[in-house]
């Protein structure tokens, strides 16, 4: 009876640990299967974007929820200046017709200088701003290193700039280059000078802290360089990509 007894307690415990390692399995099926669901629809949401215009942003959306509006108007890059579209690659991403979605060299620069100076790409804001949210975090870094190639892959780089200009801050509560010329200089981002342009691409690193109507010393430095830049990358072909 004894003997008996010991069989069928061995029996339960090998029936306990198959059942152990069957749950298990079951778990990392679904969590695989929901990983894949995530990012087919991240996938299919970023080729969408390549031709449909986002309808909002977290940015757009935590600073109406802020100030109760905010002024945008969505315009095609047709309708932008051309000298807006190069003093905005001129002062954010240089190098932007020749990479892939991460500027190599300027990641190197930024490492060496301890970390003083960004080096984030337009599509790498883009992806920020798009699909993502603002601040410092391993998690949002991540995601937005993970999906810069694919916008890369789906969207042209004139696309990508024409989501640039249509969604960088520009100001407090207003957001995208024709909203930031209407409000500043009372033009369509079509009709923008120069100078205009250079003004508004000056202070997109910290647009609710610089102005475009009354800048700083610093802003008025940093604007000059830019037109500089401007035409610079006119000049060698660094404007090629998003320029008929």
């Known amino acids: 009876m004894a003997k008996k007894a010991v069989r069928k307690t061995s029996g339960k415990k090998k029936k306990a640990s198959k059942a152990k390692p069957n749950f298990v399995m079951r778990i990392r099926r679904w969590v695989t299967r929901g990983l894949l669901a995530i990012a087919t629809f991240v996938v299919a949401l ?26 945008r108007d969505w315009v095609p890059i047709e309708q932008i200046s051309p000298i807006m579209a190069r003093s ?16 190599v060299e300027a990641i190197r620069d930024a490492i060496e200088g301890g970390g003083a100076r960004g080096a984030s790409t337009i599509t790498q804001q883009v992806v920020k701003n798009v699909f993502l949210w603002q601040g410092r ?8 290193t993970s999906m810069t190639p694919v916008v890369e892959i789906f969207w042209s780089k004139q696309r990508i ?11 407090n509560g207003v957001f995208g280059v024709e909203a930031a010329a209407q409000r500043n200089f009372n033009v369509p981002a079509s009709k923008l000078s120069s100078v205009q342009a250079a003004r508004i691409a000056a202070i997109l690193p910290s647009p609710r802290n610089r102005s475009v109507t009354d800048p700083s010393v610093r802003t008025r430095r940093r604007a000059a360089a830019i037109l500089d830049g401007a035409a610079t990358i006119r000049a060698d072909g660094r404007a090629d990509c998003f320029e008929d």
Do not use: M, Q
């Not at 970023?46 to 002024?71: C, D, F, M, Q």
């Open 161 to 171: 700039l024409e989501v640039y200009l249509n969604v960088a801050e520009t100001g």
């Open 46 to 71: 970023i080729a969408l974007y390549s031709v449909v215009n986002p309808p909002v942003t977290h940015t757009i959306w935590s600073e109406w929820r802020r100030l109760g509006k905010v002024e």
């Open 88 to 103: 905005v690659v001129a002062a954010e991403d240089a190098n932007f017709c020749r990479h892939w979605g991460f500027d």
């Open 137 to 144: 975090s391993w998690v949002r870094k991540a995601l937005e």
